[in-house]
């Protein structure tokens, strides 16, 4: 089983409410290892790029304007079937069909306003991580208090 990465971006409405620590928090607990994290915004070729399956749609513009009202924080992640653990902790896309316990079921309002996006399989992570990251602000390095790095 190799080791993967995954995007997880902090939308604005989580920023705006505060709510940043709680879910970074919530990966760390699990063991998740953050190997990028930065504070953005995201202009007009970013959003459109990277929610351009959803460009055509009559929401688009209003997908714009709630990622352009504050900063995002993007987190890079890394474990083994990282995209699997990380869709289970953030929960199903509709908040009122996510989980209590999951990201999106404890703090998503609602679909527009859903905290979290998280790459949904691993050929996205991959894309996404180039979107949001340059290959130098990513790391490498070995956790001191995990013991046993095969099941992170």
Do not use: C, W
């Amino acid at each position: 089983m190799a080791i993967e990465r995954t995007l997880v971006l902090v939308k604005p409405g989580a920023v705006q409410r505060e709510l940043t620590g709680e879910i970074i928090t919530r990966f760390e607990r699990k063991g998740i290892k953050i190997v990028g994290i930065k504070m953005m915004t995201m202009d007009d070729d970013m959003v459109e790029e990277h929610y351009s399956h959803l460009k055509e749609m009559p929401f688009f513009g209003n997908i714009k304007k709630t990622m352009q009202r504050t900063p995002i924080v993007a987190l890079a992640l890394e474990g083994h079937d990282i995209v699997k653990r990380v869709r289970v902790l953030t929960g199903d896309t509709n908040p009122r069909e996510a989980a209590p316990g999951t990201i999106r079921g404890d703090y998503s309002i609602s679909l527009s306003n859903n905290v979290i996006h998280a790459s949904a399989n691993h050929k996205e992570a991959l894309d996404e991580l180039q979107r949001f990251f340059k290959e130098d602000e990513l790391f490498n390095y070995n956790r001191m208090n995990v013991m046993d790095y095969s099941d992170n």
